[in-house]
Each structure stands twice: as C-alpha cells, then as structure tokens.
C-alpha cells in the first residue's frame, strides 16, 4: 500500500486547521500518510476504522484518535459518520518538546477523554455559528485542549526507535514535498536524488526504510491522488487526465487506478465502483 507525506495549514481565523472528515459520507478509504502536524479524529456519529504504524484501532461514537507528528497512519470509513477533524502545528507545543524538537502523545484512553470530546464538539459549534467574538471562544477552548494534551496525554519517556523514525520521516518530508509540487513533470529517482544531493540507492532505501513503500509506487499515489480529483470534477478525456498529472499514457494511469479503486476509471466516474 502507498504512503504520501501531508502539509497542513491552519485555517484562516484561527491557530490551528479544524474541519468535517471527508470520509463523512462512507464507503472511503485514506491509504497511509505522515504529517508533521498533530492530528485528532474526534468521532460523534458511525465508526472509523485507523491504523497507526501497523496497528488497528477501531473507533466509536464519543471516541477520538490522536495521531502523533510523522506517525505513519491509514483511515477507512465503510458507513456514514460524523466527525470533526482538528490538525494542529507541531510548533503549538514548542515548550514542551522532549527530545529532537518532539513531542508524542499516548493513543491510551483516559479519564479525560469525556472532556476532550466536549471540547471539540463546543469548538465545531461555535466555529460554524460565527457570532461575534467567536474566535476568541474557539481559541480559549483550544488552549483549554492544548492544555490537557500536555497535562495528561504527552509521554514524557519516548522510545529510540520512535525518535529514529521520526528523525527519517521529516528528512523524507522535504523530499517528498517537492515531489507533490512536481508531480506532473517527469520526476526519476536519479533527478530528485541529485536534486536533494543523494544517490539514488541512499535515496531508494530511505523510502524503503521509513515510508516501507518504493519511490515509484510513491509517486504513483501522489499522481493518482490528483487524477482522482479530476476525474471526478472534470469532463476530461482519460489520456489527458493521465498526462495532465504525470502518468505517462492513459494505460499506465489505468493500471494504477485498477489496482488502487478495482474498477476502470470510467467506471469509476459513473459511479458503478465508487460504492
């Protein structure tokens, strides 16, 4: 399965990016990523399927999921849900970092985990009816959620082979940012290498050892990921949306599609395999 490395940025009016999951609607999948972020699925409604570093986590309703900075994870929503997401900026705990500017969070459930679900929930309702003075309210209750985070969440004793891989993570993470800002062009393992100042076989085994995916089938799921989008919101041919974002013919685009959604991407559009 592909990973892909995330860049977060917080919304407009307030410190820190908040938003309904896309998977509200059911019948989706998120294949593995990374983020430097601290992420949080705080689920009211359904249930959401996660998988942190291998492990499955099922989550229910009054339940949330706290994904650490560079913790490679994966969502799957069968049914519909409601659930709001919170993504919030590593730097928001600069004093209290540990060890190589870092700061993990237990996935454990705790006492306090009523209130964070009432915090959030407090938090969407008040974004989304915008009265006067609302951004003073959302950030009072996000420094109320910080404040708990660090209080009675945050791990203080962190194993070496977590501070390893997420030393790995965020070198690969500047790698693969250029690569989502150049996807469309042709993009070798030899070009990048040279461009980051690696060789490839340094570069090819960084994939391998922390994102446990090859550089093709990582550039793969990057190209797929915005073909999709077109596909969906345009009436473009199939060859052009493949060249459009990086594939080099209609056929290779096919094939990754296929084994990604198993179905064509035509029928895909029609919606005979989008359920």
Not at 207 to 219: E, P
Request: proline fraction near 3%; hydrophobic fraction near 35%; aromatic fraction near 14%.
């Amino acid at each position: 399965m592909e990973y892909s490395h995330e860049i977060i940025m917080p919304n407009d009016d307030i410190p820190f990016k908040m938003f309904v999951f896309e998977g509200k609607d059911g019948n989706y999948v998120r294949d593995k990523h990374w983020h430097r972020s601290i992420e949080i699925f705080a689920l009211f409604e359904g249930e959401l399927e996660f998988y942190l570093n291998e492990v499955r986590y099922l989550l229910k309703p009054g339940e949330f999921m706290l994904v650490n900075s560079n913790e490679i994870h994966s969502i799957r929503s069968p049914k519909t849900n409601q659930t709001v997401v919170l993504q919030i900026p590593l730097s928001t705990f600069e004093k209290y970092y540990t060890n190589d500017r870092f700061i993990y969070f237990s996935h454990s459930s705790r006492l306090q985990d009523e209130e964070v679900m009432r915090l959030i929930q407090d938090m969407y309702w008040t974004y989304v009816e915008r009265k006067c003075g609302y951004e003073l309210k959302v950030q009072n209750q996000f420094y109320m959620l910080i404040y708990l985070l660090v209080t009675k969440y945050r791990e203080t004793e962190i194993d070496e082979g977590v501070l390893r891989n997420h030393r790995g993570l965020n070198k690969l993470s500047l790698i693969t940012a250029y690569m989502k800002n150049n996807y469309m062009k042709e993009l070798t393992l030899e070009s990048l290498a040279k461009t980051f100042g690696y060789s490839p076989t340094y570069l090819s085994r960084m994939f391998q050892k922390y994102a446990k995916t090859n550089y093709k089938a990582y550039l793969d799921s990057i190209r797929l990921e915005y073909a999709v989008k077109e596909l969906m919101n345009t009436k473009q041919g199939i060859g052009e949306i493949a060249l459009n974002n990086g594939f080099p013919n209609s056929k290779a685009f096919v094939k990754v599609f296929k084994k990604r959604y198993g179905v064509l991407p035509s029928e895909y559009r029609r919606g005979d395999g989008g359920n």
